[in-house]
């Protein structure tokens, strides 16, 4: 069978190869240590929190089809959050959302999807590919200590732009066209608390400040009770202050959290902030993914479309299909 190695287990390539599965042998490489991207879930001492994605809605009917059976089990559930908005430091919008209109996650975490997906595929953890060479019409993959990860058919590259850049061979057609691919950062800030904060309110949209999204993790179907609050930092403001030391960029985002929810969060138990280095992309039109015939080579992402886990979701589906066709596979094998 056709051998086709995917970089990065975020939706993108975990969706390429649930469509590509059966057809070829996938091989899938992630350098964290575990799946899912930025579909991410951190468990701390008592607490949860999706610090990435938050939640996601359904527009196509091939993502609707394809997440079905993830709702049918449970894996996927919907969120009926009260939302509110603040401009200026003053509530001026809220509203419950329906299930007539979803908004899903994950359960118990937005990580179990990546997980469901991941759970008969071969995923190889901590390991970095580094360098991509041609080698008798076969894509030799090593790691940072040179260690070779194999030889294969194809190759298939999910991760941001930046980082695809310093993979992929620069004899590769559209390697220029990805360097116009510009992602922007995020903070997630994580915060944890013995009781029960007096909110009235489970997601919030934050606008004017440093901040632009809050939410109680613990609102969520599948949580546990210990109240877990997340904060999005604006996509601009993480870009200025990336490098800058994480207490002081604690304490900013937790001074200006209190003041806009007119809560002390200084008391909190657990404190921790993570920063997504490639979090978003202003929304595209064209091209989902580039794919090569000649070379066998293909790159997806959500970072095609904007940065959103549909966006993550069409890419991967759109390139994998198109590869299908283009190989002229047949039938699954065994089938």
Known sequence: MTS?????????????AKILE??????????????????????????????????????SDEFKEFITPMILDGTIKTWDARLVEFKNRQLTERQKWKQSDPYYVGVPGMNSIAKHLAKDLSVCLNVCVKTLKKNNNKWQLKDGSDKPLGEYDWVISTIPPEQALKVLPESIP???????????????????????????????????????????????PGRNKNFSLLVHSTNQWADEHFEDN????????????????NCDLNNATHQV????????????????????????????????????????????????TNLLNSLNLGEKNGE
């Open 22 to 59: 059966g057809y070829a042998n996938i091989t899938i490489f992630e350098k964290s240590r575990g799946v899912s991207g930025r579909m991410s879930t951190r468990r701390s001492e008592a607490y949860s929190f999706d610090h990435g994605a938050q939640y996601f809605k359904v527009k």
């Open 273 to 320: 902030i993570h920063g997504w280095r490639y979090a978003n992309i202003e929304k595209r039109s064209g091209e989902t993914h580039y794919l090569d015939n000649n070379q066998n080579i293909a790159v997806c992402g959500d970072w095609f479309i904007q940065g959103r886990v549909e966006s993550a979701f069409i890419s991967g589906f759109e390139m994998a």
């Open 174 to 220: 559209f390697v220029e066209k990805i360097s116009d691919f510009k992602m922007k950062s995020c903070f997630a800030l994580m915060l944890g608390f013995k009781k029960i904060l007096p909110l009235e309110f489970d997601a919030a949209v934050v606008h004017g400040e440093d901040i632009s999204w809050i939410s109680v993790d613990n609102s969520k």
């Open 4 to 16: 086709i190695a995917i970089i990065g287990a975020g939706l993108s390539g975990l969706t390429a």
């Open 246 to 261: 994480r207490e002081q960029l604690i304490e900013l985002l937790r001074n200006q959290t209190s003041k806009v929810i």
